[in-house]
């Protein structure tokens, strides 16, 4: 069975480190738009250099940057069979978008889990990632500025999801571990199992 599955949900609200747990249990890989760009800023290739001032600011880059950076990694034979978006759609365009490459090869999104977590909370969990992991965008204001942009330009696609009868809400405050179980009971109600 295919699991083509999305995790929304603000920054901080530990979508990167679900994705990676996922991805393990559904044998799909997990394709996080934000690693990927980060990998570009890092090999300063093109797009790196197109993406690196909106990236520092907090702001999304623009949609047709990222949209033919999804088609790409889409077209990879590994998410043939399913995949697991970490930060991938996050405007409404992006979702158009998406619609229009699955529609092409006769697919669809099967859920999409939305991590609930206060934004107080995540702005304490992402001081903690500065400190550790020293990403430029983890800086404070910024924190503030890419919750705006999370409010604003994502949140929306919750509705739209919902609509479509594939939301999933689950908790993601707690344990790792314990988000994890939620996440699978979440999945399981909609068929979709672990496999590993
Ligand atoms: P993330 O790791 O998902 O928090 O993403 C880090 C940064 O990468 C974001 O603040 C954006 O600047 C950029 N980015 C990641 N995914 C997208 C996306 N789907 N659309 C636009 N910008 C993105």
Redesign the pocket.
């Known amino acids: 069975m295919s699991s083509r599955l999305l995790l929304i949900g603000p ?1 901080g609200a530990g979508k990167g480190t679900q994705a990676q747990r996922l991805s393990q249990a559904l044998g799909v890989p997990a394709i ?4 990927i ?1 980060r990998a570009h800023l890092r090999d300063e290739t093109p797009l790196g250099k197109q993406a690196k001032a ?2 520092d600011a ?4 623009p949609d047709s940057l ?1 949209n033919d950076l999804v088609r790409d990694r889409l077209s990879q034979p590994d998410a043939a069979e399913g995949f697991l978006l970490d ?4 405007t409404i365009d ?1 979702v158009r978008a998406l619609d229009e490459l699955l529609a092409e090869s006769g697919q669809a999104m099967d859920a999409v889990v939305e991590l609930v977590a206060d934004p107080d909370v995540v702005v304490d969990r992402l001081k903690k990632r500065a400190l550790e992991q020293g990403r430029a ?1 983890d800086d404070e204001a910024v924190v503030r500025h ?1 919750l705006e942009v999370y409010a604003e330009q994502t949140a929306p696609l919750i509705g739209v999801y919902a609509e479509r009868g594939l939301l999933a809400k689950v908790d993601g405050i707690g344990e790792i571990a314990e988000v994890t179980e939620r996440i699978a009971s979440a999945l399981a109600a909609r068929g979709i199992l672990f496999t590993a």
């Open positions: 920054p996080s738009t934000g690693d760009f909106y990236m907090g702001d999304n880059v990222t930060g991938y759609p996050r992006q965008d890419r």
